[in-house]
């Protein structure tokens, strides 16, 4: 029997090959060949794998990658951003393009069994919120509100509220309300109430900049105005300081962190994913600005808070060092914080897969 050659197996297999030690990327189409950048070189054009004449006019280059990794990369060929056509599963990169997905043969993949699966949907309904002069422009924002399926939770005024920070991100391309009801119909975690709120597109990183103009129109207008409308004035009451808790991704979880620092008596629980907290140079690539956060000042004179911490980061994205620093750093303060490390990179897709471990240790089952 004569073997594949190359060309044969990418056509028939597509692209990259994929086995337990890395993924061999091949091309396919006109010379020279396509430079492939992604996940684990920051996505530096200049870090990237230039693909290489091989058999049969195509052109190929491998990366070693761990067993369980997930990453995301493109193309670029004569400079210019190209899709693989040989790779048919790709994502929203939540930048009006698309990355190409790639996951190692060890990768978890339990977001997809939840979703697949047939369990009793919770009502999303869409809404818009005016928010005070102290906000990041645009003040009109789109906030979208998420309780669970009423057979799964009967009374939903004493659900306690999650405030989700770019919140379209998480529930278009993280599909997060769906997460929610698999994980709660599951009894994996204990049922919750959403509130997505749109962020200040480009104004996003001085909204997000640990902003205490941000915190308090988050804890004293979105907070509120989402327990309002969810009708949660009795989890409200019952729960006193701390009711609420946050989620953030990138700058977002910088939020996150800031909003449970300084504004414990709202937010007693956070989620932060991905959070840039602790940079030093060399961290990030390129003309990074060197900057010391007002959050850093509070993490290391205040007191830890009364509240939970998770933080959560992708090895194969440049935060992971910072955020290791990061967990260590609050643990020794005596903050209680549960970091993970997964083998993933800065992306909705790792950080949709971290809220699998993340959701239910912040929420934990009754009883649990």
Same mark, same amino acid.
């Given at each position: 029997?004569?073997? !594949?050659?190359?060309?044969?197996?990418?056509? +028939?297999?597509?692209?990259?090959?994929?086995?337990?030690?890395?993924?061999?990327?091949?091309?396919?189409?006109?010379?020279?060949?396509?430079?492939?950048?992604?996940?684990?070189?920051?996505?530096?054009?200049?870090?990237?794998?230039?693909? !290489?004449?091989?058999?049969?006019?195509?052109?190929?280059?491998?990366?070693?990658?761990?067993?369980?990794?997930?990453?995301?990369?493109?193309?670029?060929?004569?400079?210019?951003?190209?899709?693989?056509?040989?790779?048919?599963?790709?994502?929203?990169?939540?930048?009006?393009?698309?990355? !190409?997905?790639?996951?190692?043969?060890?990768?978890?993949?339990?977001? /997809?069994? %939840?979703?697949?699966?047939?369990?009793?949907?919770?009502?999303?309904? /869409?809404?818009?919120?005016?928010?005070?002069?102290?906000?990041?422009?645009?003040? /009109?924002? *789109?906030?979208?509100?998420?309780?669970?399926?009423? !057979?799964?939770?009967?009374?939903?005024?004493?659900?306690?509220?999650?405030?989700?920070?770019?919140?379209?991100?998480?529930?278009?391309?993280?599909?997060?309300? +769906?997460? %929610?009801?698999?994980? &709660?119909?599951?009894?994996?975690?204990?049922?919750?109430?959403?509130?997505?709120?749109?962020?200040?597109?480009?104004?996003?990183? &001085?909204?997000?900049?640990?902003?205490? $103009?941000? %915190?308090?129109?988050?804890?004293?207008?979105?907070?509120?105005?989402? /327990?309002?409308?969810?009708?949660?004035? #009795?989890? *409200?009451?019952?729960?006193?300081?701390? *009711? @609420?808790? &946050?989620?953030?991704?990138?700058?977002?979880? %910088?939020?996150?962190?800031?909003?449970?620092?300084?504004?414990?008596?709202? $937010?007693?629980?956070? &989620?932060?994913?991905?959070?840039?907290?602790?940079?030093? @140079?060399?961290?990030? #690539?390129?003309?990074?600005?060197?900057?010391?956060?007002?959050?850093?000042?509070?993490?290391?004179?205040?007191? #830890?808070?009364?509240?939970?911490?998770?933080?959560?980061?992708?090895?194969?994205? #440049?935060?992971?060092?910072?955020?290791?620093?990061?967990?260590?750093?609050?643990?020794?303060?005596?903050?209680?914080?549960?970091?993970?490390?997964?083998?993933?990179?800065?992306?909705?897709?790792?950080?949709?897969?971290?809220?699998?471990?993340?959701?239910?240790?912040?929420?934990?089952?009754?009883? @649990?």
């Amino acid at each position: 029997m004569i073997a !594949e050659s190359l060309s044969e197996l990418a056509r +028939r297999a597509g692209s990259p090959l994929i086995d337990e030690a890395g993924a061999t990327f091949v091309w396919l189409g006109d010379g020279p060949g396509p430079v492939v950048i992604g996940d684990w070189c920051g996505w530096e054009a200049g870090a990237g794998l230039r693909l !290489e004449p091989a058999e049969d006019g195509a052109w190929a280059g491998r990366v070693a990658l761990p067993a369980d990794a997930y990453v995301e990369y493109l193309l670029l060929h004569h400079g210019r951003r190209v899709p693989d056509p040989l790779n048919q599963h790709k994502v929203d990169n939540g930048f009006e393009k698309w990355n !190409e997905q790639l996951w190692m043969p060890g990768a978890p993949r339990r977001l /997809e069994g %939840l979703r697949d699966r047939e369990v009793p949907a919770g009502t999303l309904t /869409e809404g818009r919120l005016r928010l005070p002069f102290l906000a990041a422009p645009p003040r /009109e924002r *789109r906030l979208d509100l998420y309780v669970p399926a009423p !057979e799964l939770v009967p009374d939903h005024g004493r659900l306690p509220l999650l405030l989700v920070l770019d919140g379209p991100d998480y529930l278009e391309r993280g599909e997060l309300h +769906r997460t %929610l009801d698999a994980l &709660i119909a599951d009894g994996a975690m204990a049922p919750v109430a959403a509130a997505f709120l749109a962020n200040a597109g480009d104004a996003r990183s &001085i909204e997000y900049g640990a902003s205490d $103009f941000t %915190l308090a129109v988050l804890g004293d207008t979105v907070v509120p105005e989402a /327990e309002q409308r969810l009708g949660l004035a #009795p989890q *409200r009451a019952a729960a006193g300081p701390g *009711r @609420a808790a &946050i989620l953030g991704s990138s700058l977002g979880g %910088l939020m996150a962190l800031h909003a449970v620092a300084r504004r414990p008596d709202v $937010f007693g629980r956070g &989620i932060a994913q991905s959070t840039s907290a602790m940079l030093e @140079a060399g961290d990030l #690539p390129g003309p990074m600005p060197s900057v010391r956060l007002t959050t850093l000042a509070l993490l290391e004179t205040a007191a #830890p808070p009364p509240a939970r911490l998770w933080l959560d980061a992708g090895d194969m994205e #440049p935060l992971a060092r910072p955020n290791d620093r990061l967990a260590a750093f609050l643990a020794g303060r005596g903050w209680d914080v549960t970091y993970r490390r997964q083998h993933g990179g800065h992306n909705q897709t790792s950080w949709a897969e971290a809220l699998v471990d993340a959701l239910p240790a912040m929420f934990p089952p009754s009883g @649990a």
